[in-house]
């Protein structure tokens, strides 16, 4: 089953390949190497000089990743980083295919800035599914931050 999804997952980038072939370059398309990966706290990276891969190898790993996990929405997500923040050609090439994630560019100088505000809203979807699964009992030592930011505790014993 699974050799199956990865076979057709093959044909459709083969077919956007011969279909795209005078917009992309063959250094745009080769497999990258394993050295360059890395994964630390939930997000992959892949750190390589340009023309390396980098783009068509996340776009067919992401392609090839199972159904998104309903309960935690920021599963599939594949962010682009570039220069100018924009989709390069390979991108926009491909993207078609990526149905399931989602896609997003963002310039190589916003990328720290945007790996941290994104981990801090994973977290706090996090505590708030934990404790509204609790029935409003015990929250978090996150959920406790979040209700005490946003005073959630002094309008809850005003009601």
């Known amino acids: 089953m699974l050799e199956k999804k990865f076979a057709d997952i093959d044909k459709k980038f083969e077919n956007v390949l011969n279909k795209n072939k005078r917009k992309l370059e063959n250094a745009q398309i080769k497999p990258i190497h394993d050295k360059f990966l890395f994964?630390?706290?939930g997000i992959t990276g892949l750190i390589a000089p340009p023309g390396s891969g980098k783009t068509f190898t996340y776009l067919k790993m992401a392609a090839?990743?199972?159904?998104?996990?309903?309960?935690?929405p920021f599963y599939e997500l594949v962010v682009?980083?570039?220069t100018s923040g924009q989709f390069d050609q390979t991108v926009n090439s491909f993207k078609d295919i990526i149905k399931k994630s989602k896609l997003v560019c963002i310039k190589d100088t916003e990328l720290l800035d945007w790996i941290k505000k994104y981990q801090r809203r994973v977290?706090?979807?996090?505590?708030?599914?934990e404790y509204i699964n609790s029935k409003f009992k015990d929250p978090n030592?996150?959920?406790?931050?979040?209700?005490?930011?946003k005073h959630f505790r002094n309008k809850q014993k005003e009601i």
């Open 39 to 41: 994964a630390q706290n």
């Open 141 to 149: 030592e996150e959920m406790q931050r979040i209700l005490e930011k």
């Open 80 to 82: 682009i980083c570039s």
């Open 64 to 72: 090839q990743q199972q159904e998104p996990d309903e309960k935690n």
């Open 123 to 129: 977290l706090k979807y996090n505590a708030i599914n």
